[in-house]
Structure formats: structure tokens, C-alpha cells
């Protein structure tokens, strides 16, 4: 098969977007470096593994496949019979016929791939050659007749196809040839024959007629494989992805691929959707002022709008809420989660439950929102903190519930094949606290009783954020310390990566190589 320019990056990061006149929720650029990568192809099993982002490993593999497709078509290319006839001296006329043209090779040795501003993809295949065989007759009335077969060679074959890109109403990526061109520089035939010197004096204008039919039943074919194989191809790309059990990814086209000189630009929704009830999204994209070079292969914008709605949908499922307990703790940790420790600090715990252990319930009072400013990523979180006593029959006996509110600073890394991060916790936000505590709600003077709860407040969000900073924070950093491996293809790995903060969106740029 032909070698194939590593477009599978090209990408790789890019998901799809949405209804038009909105702005994307992803944006990215395939630069002609990236489009035109490399000479050696991706296997499309590889391909075919990675999950999600579906649009930009479907243009990956649309592109090898439909070169794969166009050889194989070009191999079963049918050419029409030859017939005419030539004058030889003596003889006269000398009708002749070819027919049974069939490829038995065909070999597309190079091709690449450039934006073509205003349309799309321009394709261009070079140094083809084709080999052939067939059978031919003449004759001469009744009384001069011979046949046999022939062999047919054709060189520098260079085919130039322009693909016009465009997106229909369900988001879904079209293609259509909008020019084609094919030109053959040789065509050799040779005859086998003890009338070798008769045929030579015909087999020029053979060769002239076989080069034009090819010429057309080349581009023919190429814009029948664009029509019946490599658009319904596209068609079958779903333009959503599970996630896991809970969200997927709305990656729908939101208008055309947008064609410049020096790149593939491509807005995309990138928004993240709940599997069990779809709903609108509570605020719209932020326009991105997307103006990056073509230094690297590929660049990718991941708006604040990306994590936000990842954010909203698992806050709503209910999967940001977590349980703390005391085997969580570090053994070294001095200060255990059971009512004594806590009775330090607030004594009407020990008192109203004595030496039981505790449980804290930790819950988002809203969805984390994410500010992305070239100054760095923040999040600032509400939460809700619920503590509770576990009673000698494991029910549980609610003690308070502390409301905060902190900033988290978050670090974002890109490797070869990984994206890792880390969190900081920022200063601690108020907190009200609200008693379940009955021997306090006997008491007649309220005044002190509440003093009394607001200088336990102060020490137990003391106490937590001491928890949050020694235990919460580091085992989350240890998991994002890990990272996550990027949905690329097996063996392609990024390199030269580049990420930088911008309002309300990160970039990052890269190359990529093979690695075996």
C-alpha cells in the first residue's frame, strides 16, 4: 500500500462542534506541517482503538482508507475495447482490435495532502505506474488474421483531486470532489509476435488512445470512490461519545472546516452531556480568540467552557460527592476522625457521643466553575461539608454541616502520551455551621451558646483545611500525578508539545512521531 502522510495526529485532538452562529467549545488547527506528515502509514487497526473524538481519527482514517479504497478501485479500473484500423503498405487497411484490458498492478508510491483555502483538502498522488494485460486481433478481410496477448505498462501517473469539506444538519462531516486531474506520461505495450515489425507500426496510436481513456476512467473512478465510498464513510462517524457511565462528549460539526493557506481550522462543541437526561447547557461558550502560529503540527484550544459543562453534568449525577472516614487517614496523621479528636476542638461532640467514630460527606453546594486567565486556572469551589458520629449500630447520627468555599490553582502538563496536572489549595472561605446537637438546645441563653459555636466554627475549619491541604489535596495530586493518557492511536506519540494559557481557553501545540 502507498505510503501514507501521518495525518492521524492531525486530528487527533480535535472532536467536532456544533449548531452554527455559536461559538465552539473547541477549536483546533491542523497546520499543513501535520497534514503532510512523515511518509510511513498508520495502521488503521490502530486507529480504529482509540475511543472518543471520533471527527478527527475519522478524517485520519477516511484519508488512508480512501486511498486504500482508490487502489483498489484503480486495480479494478475497466477500460472500453480499442478497435481502428492502420494502413500498411502492400496490404492496405489492417483492421486490429484490444480488448480485455485488466490491471494486475497498480502502485500510488507517494502522496500529500494541503489545505486548499475556500474549498478544503487538495490530494495530489505522484510516480504512480500501472501494469496491464490484455488480448488483441487483426485482420485483413478473410485472408489475413492473427491474435494473441499483450502486455501494457503505463508510467508517471499523477493524479490531483480537491476536496471540498463541509458539515450537514445533523454535524456530520461531507466531502465532494470539486476538481480532477490525471496525466500519463508513458504508456509501453508490448506484442509478442513473429509479426513484431507489423504491430510496431500501429502501436503509437495505441498508446496515445490507452493514455486518454485512462487519463479519464482514472478521475472517473476517483470521483466515484469520493461519492459512493468515502462520504458515506464520514457518514457513519457518530458525532457523540460515552464517556463512562455517567457523560459523553457532543462533538458535532458546527460549519465547514475552515481552509487557509497554511492550515485546517476546525471549531468544534466539546461539550459534555449527561447520558441519562440531555439538557442545554446553563451558559454559552466564550469567544476565543483563537490567532496561534504553524510552528507545530497541530493545535488545540480546550475552552473553560469544555471543563465547565463536565463540571455541571457530574455535579448533577451526583458523582462529585465523596465520603471521608478514618482509615483514609494517614496513620501518622495524629488528629483521627472519631468524636475524641474532634472533641478537642468542639466538646459537646465527645460529650453527646463519646468515643464513636466519624464520617464526613463532602458535597458540591453548586458546579465548580473554572476561570482560565493568562495568569493561570482557578477553581473556586462550594462545598458542603456534613460530619456525622457512626453509632455502635452503624446508623448515623448527623453532628454539623460546615459550608465552604476555597480557590484552587490547577497546573496542567502535556507529555509524549499523557496529560497530568496538579492542584493547590488556595485560602479558606467562611463557613456556617448548624447544630443538631440536643443538650445545646436546652440551654436558655442563647448568646453564648452561639459565641461558643462560632469559636468551634474557627477551629474546625481550621482543622479541615488542615486535612484538605495534608490529605485531600496530596492523594488527588498523587492520581493526577499519574495523568491520563491521551486518545491517540498506538505508537504515536506527541512531541515539542507547547501549552499556554489564554482568556477562557488553554492551548496546546505539538508534533508527533512514530514510535515503534
Known sequence: MTSLPRTALLLAFLCLAWAEGTSPGLVGRITGKGLDYGRCPIPLHHLASTQGLAF???????????VAVLLQRLTQLSLPEFSGSFKVNL??????????????????PSSAVAPLPGVGLSLSMDQAFAELTGQWRVKKRRWFRDHGSFDLRVEGISISLDLRLGSDAAGKPTAST??????????????????????????????????????????????????????PFLQTMP?????????????????????????????????????????????????????????RMLYAGISSFFFNTAGNVYFKAGALSFQVTDDMVPKEFQIRLNTSSFGVFAPQVQKSYP????????????????????GGLTLTPEVDVQAFAILPNSTLAP????????????????????????????????????????????????????????????????????????????????????????????????????????????LVGADVRWAQ
Request: aromatic share 6%; glycine share 6%; charged share 15%.
Open 56 to 66: 478527527p481519527v475519522s478524517l485520519v482514517v477516511a484519508r488512508q482508507e480512501g
Open 399 to 506: 453532628l454539623f454541616v460546615l459550608a465552604a468555599k476555597t480557590t484552587i490553582v490547577a497546573h496542567v502538563s502535556v507529555s509524549s502520551t499523557k496529560i497530568s496536572g496538579a492542584l493547590k489549595l488556595g485560602r479558606g472561605g467562611s463557613g456556617v455551621l448548624e447544630g443538631s446537637l440536643a443538650p445545646f438546645q436546652e440551654r436558655s441563653d442563647h448568646v453564648p451558646f452561639l459565641f461558643l459555636l462560632h469559636t468551634q466554627l474557627q477551629l474546625i475549619q481550621a482543622l479541615m483545611n488542615y486535612c484538605t491541604a495534608s490529605i485531600l489535596v496530596p492523594q488527588m495530586n498523587a492520581r493526577l500525578a499519574e495523568g491520563f493518557p491521551l486518545p491517540l492511536p498506538e505508537h504515536l506519540q506527541l512531541s515539542n508539545t507547547v501549552l499556554q494559557l489564554h482568556q477562557d481557553f488553554v
Open 91 to 108: 496490404l492496405g487497411h489492417v483492421d486490429y482490435d484490444f480488448d480485455r484490458l485488466s490491471i494486475h498492478r497498480f502502485q500510488l
Open 355 to 374: 468515643n464513636m467514630p466519624m464520617k464526613l460527606q463532602v458535597s458540591p453546594s453548586s458546579a465548580p466553575s473554572l476561570t482560565i486567565t493568562p
Open 239 to 295: 458525532v457523540t461519545a460515552a464517556i463512562d457511565r455517567v457523560a459523553g462528549i457532543d462533538y458535532a460539526l458546527a460549519g465547514p472546516p475552515k481552509a487557509t493557506p497554511h492550515a485546517l481550522d476546525l471549531d468544534l462543541k466539546g461539550e459534555w452531556f449527561s447520558l441519562d437526561h440531555r439538557s442545554a447547557s446553563p451558559s454559552p461558550p466564550p469567544a476565543l480568540d483563537f490567532s496561534v502560529g504553524h510552528d
Open 178 to 231: 470539486s476538481a480532477c486531474s490525471a496525466h500519463i506520461s508513458e504508456v509501453h505495450v508490448h506484442i509478442s509476435s513473429r509479426l513484431g515489425w507489423l504491430y510496431n507500426l500501429f502501436h503509437n496510436s495505441i498508446e496515445a488512445a490507452l493514455r486518454r481513456s485512462m487519463e479519464d476512467k482514472i478521475c472517473e473512478e476517483v470521483t466515484g470512490s469520493v461519492g459512493s465510498k468515502l462520504q
